[in-house]
């Protein structure tokens, strides 16, 4: 509401005083901590300069809206008064015209007639608008002066010397609060996105690895050498089906069967020999003697010749049961002398099939029984099998490729078609539920520990 507790300083202004009071003014503007300190002494304080009944700070905004920030000798001016909208409306009208970058007397005929009709109710007739111009020449903020009596030129001299300083020191206020808001506001964009960054992080995500694998055998036959010799045919081919008693491989004989020859005879020969020391002892004490000996003998040749025969009798291996050979090449053993117990081949179930995956020591995880596999086959990547670890090594060996590896084995799914044995690929391993920054940096931070010894 309008103000009457000042009354009107009609007396002359001295000419250095008023010069004084103008820099002084513009000075203490200028000190303002914060704008509502520089609102609460443009309205009360500029009285000392200039005489007024009532003095209103508004701000413009870029649409050209006022809005009333303070009036004199009131704390907290009402945001709903009907004095406060209509004198935004007013100020709002004038900001839009074409005086409002200067300092003018306004005159009722300014404003729309809706808002002139009132206007003596909310104020007294004299009217100042004193715009604060910022140093580009725009106005953002305006001083609304009243009082009774007219607005002398030079009061308006010294009002529009001291807007200057005015608009400069709200000006720079507000452009700091800017920058101190923007900074503030980066600095909760930073704390926010850190934040939703460490949320994200702390996700549980499913660990996995992944490793060469291989569909191999479940429960194979190993087929090892029965004997010492030469390898000198293959009766089958790889991964060719077999059945039970049918021939595999066999060995080169002649050395055997010379063998056999020999201890035949010499079994022949000691018969001969006993048969006939005991046709002799009747007469012949001494014949008598040896037949005991020659008996001896006898049996030795004997074990001898069975021994020779069952040798020939391995020198062809047959499949103990139906399956299919599982090996390379039939040319890699071929002419290949063997030992006792060497493996030869493996008969396998085509339809008993496994998943054996090679986890390298780097890459390995925590490993439980029952864990998902998913195996990538050379053959077909788009299409993954599905399996679950049924066994995990405790401890690493070397692979044939010379890489020092955990041995695990998975049991394929029953409700998929079995695929070849003998097939690679590549297996993933599904392992523990972990926070996400550890499934990312799980290896950066293992080297980073090799590396500097922590």
Excluded: C
């Excluded at 808001?181 to 930073?190: E, M, T, V």
């Excluded at 429960?219 to 077999?242: K, M, W, Y």
């Excluded at 001494?286 to 008996?295: D, N």
């Excluded at 998929?416 to 996400?436: D, F, H, W």
């Amino acid at each position: 509401m309008p103000d009457d507790v000042t009354s009107v300083r009609t007396e002359a202004i001295n000419p250095l005083n008023g010069l004084l009071l103008l820099l002084n003014l513009q000075q203490e503007a200028r000190q303002a901590q914060n704008p509502e300190a520089l609102r609460f002494f443009l309205v009360n304080q500029t009285r000392r300069l200039i005489a007024y009944q009532q003095a209103v700070f508004l701000t413009v905004a870029a649409s050209g809206k006022a809005r009333l920030e303070a009036v004199s000798n009131i704390a907290v001016p009402e945001r709903d008064a009907p004095f406060t909208r209509w004198l935004e409306a007013a100020a709002s009208a004038i900001a839009a015209g074409a005086e409002a970058r200067n300092l003018h007397s306004v005159a009722p005929t300014e404003v729309p007639p809706a808002l002139a009709r009132d206007w003596g109710q909310w104020g007294p007739a004299q009217a100042l608008w004193v715009p604060l111009p910022a140093p580009d020449g725009t106005v953002t903020a305006v001083l609304w002066l009243v009082r009774d009596t007219a607005w002398a030129e030079g009061e308006k001299v010294l009002l529009g010397q001291l807007s200057g300083g005015y608009g400069h020191a709200w000006w720079a206020l507000t452009q700091a609060g800017r920058r101190s808001g923007l900074r503030a506001r980066k600095g909760l964009w930073a704390v926010a996105v850190a934040a939703v960054l460490a949320g994200v992080l702390a996700i549980p995500v499913p660990q996995s690895t992944l490793a060469p694998a291989e569909v191999a055998p479940r429960d194979p036959l190993i087929v090892s050498a029965p004997l010492e010799g030469v390898i000198e045919r293959f009766h089958v081919q790889p991964n060719e089906p077999v059945t039970t008693g049918q021939p595999l491989f066999s060995f080169e004989s002649s050395i055997l069967r010379s063998r056999l020859e020999v201890a035949r005879k010499a079994l022949a020969s000691a018969e001969a020999e006993l048969l006939t020391a005991s046709q002799g002892a009747f007469a012949d004490p001494q014949s008598k003697a040896r037949v005991a000996q020659l008996k001896a003998q006898v049996e030795l040749r004997r074990a001898e010749m069975d021994f020779a025969r069952d040798l020939m009798e391995r020198v062809t291996v047959k499949a103990e049961r139906t399956g299919i050979a599982v090996f390379a090449d039939a040319n890699d053993w071929l002419g290949k002398p063997v030992t006792v117990g060497e493996r030869i081949l493996t008969l396998a179930d085509p339809q008993a099939a496994e998943v054996d995956v090679h986890v390298p020591v780097n890459d390995a995880i925590v490993l439980q029984e029952g864990a998902e596999v998913s195996l990538y086959l050379n053959v077909d990547p788009l299409r993954p099998l599905r399996a679950t670890v049924s066994h995990a090594s405790y401890e690493p060996g070397l692979t044939p490729g010379g890489v020092l590896a955990y041995r695990v084995r998975a049991d394929l799914a029953p409700d998929q078609p079995t695929p070849r044995i003998g097939l690679r690929g590549t297996a993933k391993i599904q392992g523990e539920r972990v926070p996400l920054a550890f499934y990312l940096f799980r290896r950066p931070l293992a080297a980073l520990r090799q590396t500097v010894g922590l």
